[in-house]
Nanobody
Framework: QVQVVESGGGLVQPGGSLRLSCQTSENIINFSAMGWYRQAPGKQLERVATISIIGSTDVADSVKDRFTISRDIARNTVYLQLNGLKPEDTAIYYC?????????WGQGTQVTVSS
């Protein structure tokens, strides 16, 4: 069973930064794509950023100028760098790993942006 574990969330002031990590139990190049999603209270799950098996990235327009997705294959880890955080970025951030027709999800990490 594939394990997906997120970390790095926390409470940060507006304008601050965080780096989220997503580590998997197997080599991340086994997955066709990995991505970060978020769900704010009372809202639907939203795609934030994805990275493909060849390393191409796609970041949602709403955060493209502030968030960056990257990976470290040797560490089986995908990162999401969050800069210039705003209160509306407050959400639970989930990592997803896609293999063929199966999606594996982590438990999520809470990001709270507040002064």
């Amino acid at each position: 069973q594939v394990q997906v574990v997120e970390s790095g969330g926390g409470l940060v002031q507006p304008g601050g930064s965080l780096r989220l990590s997503c580590q998997t139990s197997e080599n991340i190049i086994n997955f066709s794509a990995m991505g970060w999603y978020r769900q704010a209270p009372g809202k639907q799950l939203e795609r934030v950023a994805t990275i493909s098996i060849i390393g191409s990235t796609d970041v949602a327009d709403s955060v493209k100028d502030r968030f960056t997705i990257s990976r470290d294959i040797a560490r089986n880890t995908v990162y999401l760098q969050l800069n210039g955080l705003k209160p509306e970025d407050t959400a639970i951030y989930y990592c997803n790993a896609e293999k063929r027709t199966t999606n594996y999800w982590g438990q999520g990490t809470q990001v709270t942006v507040s002064s």
